[in-house]
């Protein structure tokens, strides 16, 4: 199995400040050791057209961090091939529409209320106002109906024994999957959360989602 690595910039991650909560599910099967080996590895996107691309080297970067606090050590050196390739894949769908509706509260009885009316007396019709103040009730007054689009991002990362593979028979020893939903459609800010997710417990517990 012959691979041509492509260099990957040295890129830093700046993550600091961000209160964004991104909620995602991850789904990891592997036949990895808990605690890495201290073999190379280099990591590539799974799609060429992306390997000129600041932003996937961008996060090709923060995956490679990832392993190396695991125990694996990336290669700086094109020429020198590694033991496991990691590929990475990520990207969103074009979103669909959510209605959500939601109660609207207010004074719906009591208060001060204002009549008027006639009164016959001494043979002629008088004109009367008057007022009166009862306990306000509260309650719902109406729905308000809001409309929005929910988008679904993914990440996939498979990691290839290289020493292990045959022709055309590469050796999967791990394959994971991240997805999260929510408003935003900016994979800059979506990405990197996800990224976190994965490796936050890594390798994990094989075929379990968390």
């Known amino acids: 199995m012959k691979t041509c690595l492509a260099p990957i910039l040295a890129l830093s ?9 991104v909620n995602t599910r991850v789904t990891a099967f592997h036949m990895l050791p808990n605690q890495g080996d201290g073999r190379t590895f280099a990591v590539l996107p799974l799609r060429k057209e992306l390997t000129t691309s600041l932003e ?7 995956i490679g961090r990832s392993l190396e606090k695991h125990g694996y050590r990336m290669i700086r050196d094109t020429n020198t091939p590694p033991a496991l390739v990691v590929w990475y894949a990520y990207g969103i769908d074009s979103g669909r529409t959510t209605i959500t509706s939601a109660p609207e509260f207010g004074q719906i009885s009591g208060g001060y209320e204002t009549f ?10 008088s004109p009367y106002v008057g007022s009166q103040y009862t306990t306000p009730q509260f309650g719902v007054t109406g729905y308000s109906v809001a409309s929005h689009l929910e988008f679904t991002r993914f990440l996939d990362i498979i990691i290839v024994d ?5 022709p055309g028979k590469p050796r999967i020893v791990y394959e994971a999957r991240a997805i999260s939903s929510g408003r935003s459609n900016q ?3 979506i990405v990197p959360h ?13 075929g379990a989602t968390r």
């Open 187 to 189: 994979l800059g800010e």
């Open 116 to 125: 008027s009316g006639t009164i016959y007396s001494g043979g002629q019709l």
């Open 194 to 206: 996800m990224i976190s997710k994965v490796f936050a417990d890594f390798p994990g517990h094989n």
């Open 162 to 166: 290289k020493a292990a593979s045959l």
């Open 56 to 62: 996937a080297a961008t996060y090709a970067v923060q």
């Open 13 to 21: 991650l700046v993550m600091g400040g961000c209160a964004m909560r």
